[in-house]
């Protein structure tokens, strides 16, 4: 049979991001940005929100708190994923790396950026996170660059979300 269509109407069906969207709205990782048919795939994600999806995405419960990202940045803060700090800060992508890279136990190895040509921005900090990450294919770059301190959209991290979680199945 055919899925249930996406309650979004800002996810065109053959969009670069739709199936991978599609994933984590199925999932429960991710839902609509303030609206039930937004998901605003270009759109900022904070790092609360990212707390909160990865906390989901470990089986964590989500709900309750004084504040609304109470209980994932609990978990992150317990899990060493995150300091906790600046929640409503957009999430660059090295620090979705990082924050995966840490989720998966800070796996030694990863490839060379050599491809990359801004390969040189990549936080120190940030390097082994973001050289596991393109070589586990979560991140990929576009246009032979990384953007490594640019903010991750909610259409970047529904897929590398969706690379991660993937990986984690098999």
Known sequence: ??????????VPDGAWFASEVRYVYEKGLMAGDGSEVLFNPTGV???A?????????????????????????AWAMAKGISDGENPQES?????????????AGSPAGGAGLESFSDAGTVSGWAEGAVRWAV????????????????????????VMLTRFAQSLEK
């Open 1 to 10: 049979p055919e899925p249930e269509p996406l309650p979004f109407t800002d």
């Open 135 to 158: 070589s586990a294919g979560i991140l990929n770059g576009s246009g032979g660059r990384l953007n490594p301190t640019g903010t991750a959209t909610r259409a970047e991290v529904a």
């Open 45 to 47: 994600m904070t790092r």
């Open 49 to 73: 929100m990212l707390w909160t999806v990865l906390a989901r995405l470990d089986g964590a419960d989500t709900s309750g708190g004084s504040i609304w990202y109470e209980p994932g940045r």
């Open 91 to 103: 999430v660059t992508r090295e620090q979705l790396a990082a924050m995966l890279w840490r989720y």
